[in-house]
Every structure is written in structure tokens, then in C-alpha cells.
């Protein structure tokens, strides 16, 4: 989708965020929610698996774009308003190769939009945190290399996902208690 006239480029945005938790890697961040804007919702929206199940409302990512702006502008509403709640997810049950069955929580389309919102968000923040042999973490899972899937297969030990250094550990970074420590009081509001 195009960008609106004086916006820059998402992947740009996305680069300051991460360049701004790294300068300020040892500060709380306070906020990324201003960082959220229509543009930012309309590329969730367009990253976002429109063949995926349908949530409890029933409704399908093309009956979703069929008023995609209103919706979007509503949704980004609700959203820095702190009037969103999430909907009941659709509770479904897969089975397991062992004959059991796997709950499975559907959400909805709307839901699903937001989600990757924010998670685009933290992924920017979070994302240069592993290194590139930490296997099955992020984005860095899907552009590790090949033959470190074939090490990792062959050693028969599962790659870790481990920081730059262990000195890291108690950093804000570390997965351990990051997002407390991240983001004031528990949320990302601004």
C-alpha cells in the first residue's frame, strides 16, 4: 500500500525504533504507542494472513476490507484511546499425535491487525537482541542460515537463544522480566 503523503516509509520508522532502543538500552521505554499511527495499522493490516481462521465474530479478512479504512481509523482509535479490548478468541481443538487434542485460540480478524501492529513495534526494539545463530527466535528464525539448521539437526542439541554476552542477563534486554522493566507500569501508552 502506498504511504501517506509526508509519512515516512514503516520500514524506516521501524529502523528509528530500533535505533533508538539501542542508544537508550539502558533507559525504561515509556511509550511506542505514538509510534502507531493509520499508516503503521494499514501495514499490520496488509502483513496480516487474511486466509487464516475466522475469531468468534465470524467475520473474514475480506468482509474486514470491505470498509478498510473506517475500520482501520476505528481500530487505531480504540487503540490509543485505551478503549480496545480484545475480543473472546474461538476456542477450537486440534489433535495430537498421541490422540490428544490441543486447544487452540482463534482470534479475530480486527484482533489479529492490531496484534501485528504492536508487534512490529516490539520486534524493532526486541529483535537485534539475538544473534544470528539463535535458533527459532523472531525474525532471525527465518533468515538463519541453512547449514546452521543443519548443525543444530546434527548435534542433535537444540541452538540456544542467548544474548550478545551473559553480562546481558540482568540487562533490560534479557527476556527475564524485560517487558516490567520496559515499559512504565506495565503498559505501552502514550
Same mark, same amino acid.
Given at each position: 500500500?502506498?504511504?501517506?503523503?509526508?509519512? $515516512?516509509?514503516? =520500514?524506516?520508522? @521501524?529502523?528509528?525504533? *530500533?535505533?533508538?532502543?539501542?542508544?537508550?538500552?539502558?533507559?525504561?521505554?515509556?511509550? @511506542?504507542?505514538?509510534?502507531?499511527?493509520?499508516?503503521?495499522?494499514?501495514?499490520?493490516?496488509?502483513?496480516? &494472513?487474511?486466509?487464516?481462521?475466522?475469531?468468534?465474530?465470524?467475520? =473474514? !479478512?475480506?468482509?474486514?476490507?470491505?470498509?478498510?479504512?473506517?475500520?482501520?481509523? /476505528?481500530?487505531?482509535?480504540? !487503540?490509543? =484511546?485505551? =478503549?480496545y479490548r480484545a475480543p473472546a478468541v474461538r476456542r477450537t481443538y486440534i489433535p495430537k499425535a498421541n490422540g490428544e487434542r490441543r486447544?487452540?485460540?482463534? $482470534?479475530?480478524?480486527?484482533?489479529? %491487525?492490531?496484534?501485528?501492529? %504492536?508487534?512490529? *513495534?516490539?520486534?524493532?526494539?526486541?529483535? /537485534?537482541?539475538?544473534?544470528?545463530?539463535?535458533?527459532?527466535?523472531? @525474525?532471525?528464525? &527465518?533468515?538463519?542460515? $541453512?547449514?546452521?539448521?543443519? !548443525?543444530?539437526?546434527?548435534s542433535r542439541r537444540p541452538a540456544a537463544g542467548r544474548s550478545r554476552s551473559t553480562s546481558e542477563s540482568t540487562s533490560r534486554r534479557?527476556?527475564?522480566?524485560?517487558? /516490567?522493566?520496559?515499559? #512504565?507500569?506495565?503498559? #505501552?501508552?502514550?
Open positions: 500500500m502506498a504511504e501517506t503523503k509526508g509519512s $515516512p516509509p514503516i =520500514s524506516t520508522r @521501524l529502523e528509528q525504533i *530500533a535505533n533508538l532502543a539501542e542508544k537508550f538500552a539502558d533507559s525504561p521505554l515509556t511509550t @511506542l504507542a505514538h509510534h502507531i499511527d493509520i499508516d503503521w495499522v494499514r501495514e499490520a493490516h496488509r502483513r496480516t &494472513r487474511k486466509d487464516g481462521a475466522r475469531g468468534i465474530d465470524g467475520q =473474514s !479478512a475480506d468482509e474486514y476490507a470491505a470498509d478498510l479504512e473506517g475500520n482501520l481509523a /476505528r481500530l487505531l482509535e480504540r !487503540a490509543k =484511546s485505551g =478503549s486447544p487452540l485460540g482463534i $482470534p479475530t480478524f480486527e484482533d489479529k %491487525v492490531l496484534q501485528r501492529a %504492536v508487534a512490529m *513495534a516490539l520486534e524493532a526494539v526486541y529483535e /537485534r537482541e539475538f544473534l544470528d545463530c539463535s535458533y527459532g527466535f523472531g @525474525l532471525v528464525a &527465518r533468515r538463519t542460515k $541453512p547449514w546452521m539448521r543443519y !548443525a543444530n539437526r546434527r534479557s527476556t527475564t522480566g524485560s517487558c /516490567r522493566k520496559c515499559f #512504565a507500569n506495565g503498559y #505501552a501508552t502514550g
